[in-house]
């Protein structure tokens, strides 16, 4: 066995070790893992903490109280475009599934359980294509000429991998354009659907789920658009005004699912924070409604709070958050690591979602392949195009703090947060009953702590900066 081989497979060794120790429990202690802004400890496992039956009062307090709970969670992941897909299958070598198991497995990996995947070209493709694409002036309402063929390649496979590492993986699609023949631009750059081709969108819509599911991936939700106000001018995109959308799904696509017996559920919006009213809207119809089973957010402008507001007004509507990317924009880690973990894991989280996904899960050392759009974005992973060598970014340790501690079907419950500069988000898992505490240190110096939660207490102690995760059961 080549020496790079044998490196990976010890590497697997040590993390279905630490797998396997971190899901061994001991009642009267604590097990903590801990990132720094310094990285000089990366999900670095710790001493383990004395559970006490005293309650220390001398520290600032962060009260767990599992008897409030809040949303059921989907997970947390990332998203398989062209480009992840086609690093992972082609650039790897043998270690690709080592890195596979890393990522999705549960045993010692992080578990993702949570990837959003484009159905058809986003900017990161080498080729910009949909499902039913025609020669200019041509036509194909009843798409005869359908085919997903292009994801046989290297999307398909990979979640096919993914989905038998780790079972409870959920995959949310999203189509960045309709074919361009249904659009006002006549192109899958730029436009809107015209009117006369809803009816064909929305049954384009059903054969991309059909056609996946015969595939062995299922489409567990649907959002009809990427960012539907935005209107890129070098890769596929189209606009759908929130009374566009409305129409859609309340007259064509929800009623077809219906019929046609598709469990996918559709989820609105899939855009920024900074136009809450977008999805107001099309939750505001009384037909559309019926069929939206929530609202799908983006990082890009706004903040999560409108997360909350929204749903205050629809409670019965789920959340998702489904796009945020890091780039060498902004370059220092542990910038990024806070933002990030408060931002996304613990915010938007308090925010009511479900499910938090990053944008590429892996992208090369020149931030691709890519045609048009972000010329400088950051993977999850960076792969190596030459060597194959993976570089674990900072969004990596970000996802690793929830995703492996907190499974599909945990519940978030009550965390006080804000004090002594430290932010929280607390779980409690439905398997085993323990309980996972994400803190963050957004102050300016190290800080002493102390979790009570059922009359007990764990006292720590982590600096400015750092991000870490408590578990005890």
């Known amino acids: 066995m080549a020496r790079t081989a044998w490196r990976w497979l010890a590497l697997a060794v040590l993390l279905a070790a630490c797998g396997r120790l971190g899901q061994r ?38 009260d ?18 062209d480009a992840s897909a086609y690093l992972i299958n082609t650039k790897l070598g043998a270690q690709r599934d080592v890195i596979l198991r890393e990522l999705f497995g ?35 309402p ?8 292009p994801d046989r390649t290297y999307k398909l496979p990979v979640l096919r991998t993914a989905i038998a590492i780790n079972p409870q993986l959920k995959v949310v699609g999203s189509p960045w354009s309709a074919p361009g023949w249904m659009k006002t631009s006549g192109s899958l750059v730029k436009g ?27 489409l567990f939700a649907l ?47 899939d855009h920024n924070w900074d136009a809450p009213a977008e999805p ?21 402008g706004g903040d999560p709070s409108v997360q909350e507001s929204v749903h205050a007004a629809h409670p019965t509507k789920d959340v998702y958050f489904t796009e945020c990317s890091g780039g060498s924009w902004a370059p220092v880690f542990g910038d990024n690591l806070k933002w990030n973990v408060s931002t996304l894991i613990i915010n938007s989280v308090r925010g009511w979602a479900k ?78 009953a323990s309980k996972v505490l994400v803190v963050l240190n957004s102050g300016a110096s190290t800080t002493s702590f102390a979790i009570h939660s059922a009359g007990r207490s764990i006292s720590y102690s982590m600096p400015a900066g750092a991000v870490a995760t408590v578990v005890w059961p």
Request: charged fraction near 20%; proline fraction near 4%.
């Open 25 to 62: 429990t001991n009642a009267k202690a604590a097990q903590v893992w801990i990132t720094t802004p310094d990285q000089s400890r990366l999900l670095s496992r710790e001493p383990d903490i004395a559970i006490v039956e005293t309650p220390d009062s001398s520290r600032v307090v962060i």
């Open 355 to 432: 499910g938090v996904a990053f944008w590429n899960l892996a992208l090369d050392e020149n931030g691709g392949p890519h045609l048009g759009g972000c010329g400088n974005c950051r993977g999850v992973i960076t792969i190596n195009s030459v060597t194959g060598a993976v570089t674990r970014n900072v969004e990596y340790y970000v996802l690793a703090h929830a995703s492996k501690f907190v499974r599909p079907g945990a519940h978030r419950i009550a965390s006080s947060t804000g004090v002594g500069g430290l932010q929280t988000v607390a779980f409690k898992n439905a398997d085993d």
């Open 223 to 269: 959002t009809l658009q990427n960012e539907p106000a935005h209107e890129p001018d070098d890769y596929p995109g189209m606009r759908l005004d929130a009374t566009t959308r409305a129409v859609l799904v309340g007259k064509h696509v929800g009623p077809l699912f219906a019929s046609s017996g598709i469990n996918t559920t559709l989820l609105d919006w």
């Open 280 to 300: 107001l809207r099309v939750l505001g119809d009384s037909v559309a409604r019926t069929f939206v089973s929530g609202v799908a957010w983006h990082c890009y």
């Open 192 to 218: 809107t659907l015209r009117p006369e081709m809803y009816g064909s969108f929305a049954n384009y819509l059903r054969s991309i789920v059909q056609a996946y599911a015969l595939e062995g991936v299922s």
């Open 64 to 81: 767990v109280d599992e008897r409030k709970v809040y949303q059921e969670m989907v997970g947390f992941g990332a998203a398989m475009t």
């Open 142 to 149: 009843t798409l005869k000429r359908f085919s997903i063929a």
């Open 106 to 140: 549960r045993d010692g990996g992080l578990g993702l359980s949570f990837v959003r995947v484009p159905l058809g070209a986003s900017d990161f493709s080498s080729t910009h294509y949909s499902y039913d694409d025609m020669p200019a002036g041509e036509t194909d």
